[in-house]
């Protein structure tokens, strides 16, 4: 069964981190592209940033220069290493991958930016 179980978020001060991971099992995920969307409450998901088979990175222009994507553990997991975080990063992250017609998604995390 492929499975991609996500970890990290959670409640931060404007300008801290977090670090947002995704684990991918039950199948060998290096041949694909890993993703990561996120979504506020009201509004559609959208992308946030994508990595390639060979570690080529794409951000949304609203993250750019904050938050990075990488892989690790033979390219099955994909982080989300998120600085200088604002409210307006405040959404439910999910990490995502799709093989051939298929989609797989994360459970969600939710990363909540307040003073």
């Known amino acids: 069964q492929v499975q991609l179980v996500q970890s990290g978020g959670g409640l931060v001060q404007p300008g801290e981190s977090l670090r947002l991971s995704c684990a991918g099992s039950g199948t060998i995920f290096s041949g694909y592209p890993m993703a990561w969307y996120r979504q506020a409450p009201g509004k559609q998901r959208q992308l946030v940033a994508t990595i390639t088979i060979d570690d080529i990175t794409d951000y949304a222009d609203s993250v750019k220069g904050r938050f990075t994507i990488s892989r690790a553990n033979g390219k099955n997991t994909a982080s989300l290493q998120m600085n200088n975080l604002k409210p307006e990063d405040t959404a439910v992250y999910y990490c995502?991958?799709?093989?051939?017609?298929?989609?797989?998604w994360g459970q969600g995390t939710q990363v909540t930016v307040s003073s």
């Open positions: 995502h991958v799709q093989i051939g017609p298929r989609q797989y």
